[in-house]
């Protein structure tokens, strides 16, 4: 079992930053498939950014450029810099991870963008 504790969300002006963190139970040391996800209401859970299993990062399309995700093996921490932020990030981010041939979900933060 993995538990996450997403942090960081808030209310931010459009243009501005916040710095979500996930720390997870256990060393994610050995841990490659790891990402952020969002929801948006009315709409599907859609990826974000994530670690492949070779350790590169990918990014949606529309936060390229805007968004970095990092680790931080001794924190047990995945971290997403966010910044630019437009009203279309306003949703709901969650930590996720796969151990052991099973996923895992945080609890998830709000982000709120207001124009």
């Known amino acids: 079992q993995v538990q996450l504790v997403e942090s960081g969300g808030g209310l931010v002006q459009a243009g501005g930053s916040l710095r979500l963190s996930c720390v997870a139970s256990?060393?994610?040391?050995?841990?490659?498939?790891m990402g952020w996800y969002r929801q948006a209401p009315g709409k599907e859970r859609e990826l974000v950014a994530s670690?492949?299993?070779?350790?590169?990062?990918n990014y949606e399309d529309s936060v390229k450029g805007r968004f970095t995700i990092s680790r931080d093996n001794a924190k047990r921490t995945v971290y997403l810099q966010m910044s630019g932020l437009k009203p279309e990030d306003t949703a709901v981010y969650y930590c996720?991870?796969?151990?052991?041939?099973?996923?895992?979900w945080g609890q998830g933060t709000q982000v709120t963008v207001s124009s």
């Open positions: 996720n991870l796969v151990w052991s041939g099973e996923r895992y």
């Open positions: 670690f492949t299993s070779g350790g590169t990062a």
């Open positions: 256990r060393s994610i040391f050995s841990i490659s498939t």
